[in-house]
């Protein structure tokens, strides 16, 4: 970066992922937070011209927005992390999520386009990416993706509805299983077909579980739930936001048996677990972690962090 500070424009400050990332970054010496002024922010020309003038912008818009703003800057060098889905798979874009890969943060420090992940993706990937790389589950199979979110993930829509008397305790969506999230969980996760992803929503501020059965029907072998937990902690090795709780580790279960959804909120951490039944073969991976943390505006300053050359962590929770 060209001066002492790192310049950052965040379009789309006021909304839930935008307000989260402003938190994170507000108290921050080594920053310098720019902003449009209340009657510009409708202003294509003046977003742009706002955009090209920081280090790195962040997008917390919907799709069309995005899209339109990147298509404003043309070749601006200007870093642009996108937390929308416009451009999730696109070519060009690096997929904002360090751990993916040992050689991700090199292709994250040598791109000027970032694509911010999903929250459902970043704990189905997390998940499913070692075990297919590690030939135990197969590239071409349709594993089964559950997932249970805080209401903060559907936006201010959903919050709202969530604020009124009356609302659903629980209720299962994308039943269509034509999810915006399935195109990143694929490409990620190194599948050659979509996974079946079944999301829901909870009467609940923040926090997911996502959930992986691995089934004899996805494996290329008989495997233990041993077997997939070396597998988890032997890629996350030494990844502070990416722990792997001990094989069958029961110390996080409240009561003893039941796994609460918001146990990470407010935290950029996602821990993994495994758990299974080797009379019966049965093995399951639960992700655990913060819908707006790690799974939204969590990833995004991690991001940040790299890109400034700063400790990953700074600014940024450790649960």
């Known amino acids: 970066m060209t001066s002492n500070k790192t310049k950052i424009f965040i379009d789309g400050q006021h909304g839930t992922t935008g307000l989260q990332i402003l938190d994170r970054l507000k108290d921050r010496a080594d920053i310098e937070l720019l902003e449009l002024p209340l009657a510009d922010r409708k202003d294509l020309g003046k977003r742009a011209e706002i955009a090209r003038a920081s280090d790195i912008t962040v997008l917390c818009l919907p799709d ?3 899209k339109e703003l990147v298509a404003a800057m043309g070749d601006s060098d200007t870093v642009v992390i996108d937390a929308s889905t416009a451009h999730r798979v696109a070519d060009g874009w690096t997929y904002g999520f360090p751990e993916l890969a040992k050689d991700q943060r090199q292709k994250l420090l040598a791109s000027n386009r970032i694509s911010n992940p999903g929250c459902y993706p970043t704990g189905a ?3 499913l990416r070692p075990l297919i790389d590690a030939g135990i589950v197969r590239a071409d199979s349709t594993p089964a993706v559950f997932g249970v979110s805080g209401y903060t993930g559907g936006g201010k829509e959903l919050i ?18 034509t999810h915006k999230h399935v195109p990143e969980m694929k490409k990620y996760s190194g599948l050659t077909h979509a996974p079946l992803f079944v999301p829901s929503v909870g009467h ?4 997911m579980l996502i959930t992986i059965p691995i089934t004899r029907d996805i494996t290329t072998k008989q495997v233990t739930a041993k077997d997939v937990h070396q597998v988890l902690s032997d890629y996350y090795a030494g990844e502070t936001f990416v722990p792997v709780r001990p094989l069958a580790d029961r110390a996080w279960l409240e009561r003893d048996r039941f796994l ?10 996602m821990e993994l677990a495994v758990y299974g039944n080797d009379a019966d073969g049965n093995v399951l991976a639960v992700a655990s972690l913060d819908n707006l943390g790690k799974g939204a505006s969590g990833a995004a300053v991690q991001c940040i962090n790299l890109k400034t050359g700063v400790d990953e962590t700074t600014g940024l929770a450790v649960g």
């Open 204 to 207: 609940y501020a923040q926090g």
């Open 64 to 66: 069309a927005a995005a």
């Open 160 to 177: 709202a509805v969530h604020e009124q008397p009356g609302v659903e305790p629980f209720g299962l969506y994308g039943l269509e299983l």
């Open 260 to 269: 609460r959804a918001d146990r990470l909120v407010d935290t950029n951490t």
């Open 125 to 127: 990937i997390a998940l």
